[in-house]
């Protein structure tokens, strides 16, 4: 791709005492390019970082990773190239930056190797700041923890007139398969280009690792996939639906089990995981009726709750984050896309119960809590 610059900014001579997992804290992307720190438990601790003066492309992808001793930070501008930015997460002090990209490329997602630190970029062949009805391919760029490209990318979908937007892009705990999944517009006059489902991919082979086969063009080789799609520990993904349940597929997309979300009539695309993976937590747009649906992957059992009229005492989003200590963020974004109006972080302990708000100068486009 385009010429890669590196930007390294020195560390400060103290050492921290304390990592970002140990802290406890959260983290947020706001679509104004700025990055708040925050703890889900304590109400002033929240801190601020602008990474960013032009507004950021608003995405469903991962945009935050926590490694060992840094947060990534996958920043794309409606206006310019894309950046990945090495944050000391205590301090908030930038540390690296490497331009990616190009001008004819928007970056979705970011995935971060757990022992090399390198780099996976899910990208769309489209200029940042176009629309995402636009035709657009999708592909796969890998850096290495220095940003140097590691190999050509590998392409996942040729456009073919389709506009194979990214909404979700992870590796697998092993790093063996990277899942993406895409949601290009399917709404009147752009239906032509209209893109659902999920691929798996098999990142050393260089193929993709789907069994089944899509129905109809603009589908991704697991068709039931609209939305998020996340790996568990053993090596099967959850995903969502849209309007449907939750499913849970095998690595190559057979259906295992489907699990009743029971917020009916909604639009569902996010959900979160506990930290044993034994449960996962659903929540409804605030576009349509909210709620939020916690499931117990072992029964199947759903609890709603969050489901009122009263705003006070409703639940909605679109991200939602759960930390290592049980607490729960959910960005209250009222659109379906996020805006730089000013947004809200709503966070739940570890019995579900609101305990605080936290007031954002913009929507959150991506949540972290360690």
């Avoid at 959260?26 to 602008?50: D, M």
């Avoid at 757990?114 to 780099?119: F, K, L």
């Avoid at 032509?192 to 050393?204: K, L, N």
């Avoid at 044993?276 to 059992?301: E, F, P, R």
């Amino acid at each position: 791709m385009a010429l890669i610059c590196i930007v390294s900014v020195a560390p400060r001579a103290a050492a921290r005492e304390t990592s970002a997992t140990e802290s406890g804290f959260g983290f947020a992307l706001l679509t104004n390019g700025e990055l708040i720190r925050f703890k889900p438990t304590n109400v002033s601790s929240v801190a601020s970082v602008r990474l960013s003066n032009a507004a950021l492309v608003p995405t469903d992808g991962h945009l935050l990773a926590l490694t060992h001793d840094a947060l990534i930070v996958l920043v794309q501008p409606a206006i310019g190239d894309a950046q990945v930015i090495s944050i000391d997460p205590v301090t908030l002090r930038v540390q690296k930056r490497i331009n990616v990209g190009d001008s004819a490329v928007t970056v979705r997602s970011i995935a971060v190797e757990n022992v090399s630190g390198s780099m996976y970029l899910f990208e769309n062949s489209v200029a940042p700041g176009q629309p995402s009805t636009q035709p657009q391919g999708a592909f796969i760029e890998v850096l290495d923890k220095d940003g140097l490209s590691v190999r050509d990318p590998d392409v996942l979908r040729d456009s073919d007139g389709k506009a194979w937007y990214i909404f979700d892009a992870v590796l697998s705990h092993d790093q063996r398969y990277a899942y993406v999944s895409y949601h290009g517009s399917c709404s009147p006059p752009t239906v032509t280009g209209c893109t659902t489902g999920a691929d798996s991919y098999e990142v050393d082979e260089h193929r993709l690792a789907c069994t089944t086969s899509p129905v109809q063009g603009g589908v991704g080789c697991i068709a039931q996939v609209h939305g998020q799609i996340t790996p568990l520990r053993d090596d099967t993904v959850l995903a969502t639906t849209g309007n449907g349940p939750l499913i849970r597929l095998s690595a190559g997309g057979r259906l295992i089990r489907r699990y009743d979300a029971r917020l009916h009539g909604e639009h569902l695309l996010h959900f979160a995981l506990t930290p044993k993976q034994d449960q996962a937590l659903v929540i409804g747009a605030c576009a349509y009726g909210g709620g939020l649906s916690m499931i117990t992957l072992k029964s199947g059992k759903a609890v709603v709750s969050g489901k009122s009229r009263k705003s006070s005492r409703r639940l909605c989003g679109s991200r939602i984050a759960v930390s290592s200590g049980g607490s729960v963020a959910i960005s209250e974004n009222i659109l379906p896309v996020a805006t730089v109006s000013p947004g809200k972080i709503v966070i739940l302990n570890a019995a579900r119960r609101r305990v605080r708000t936290i007031r954002t100068s913009a929507d959150p486009i991506d949540l972290l809590l360690s």
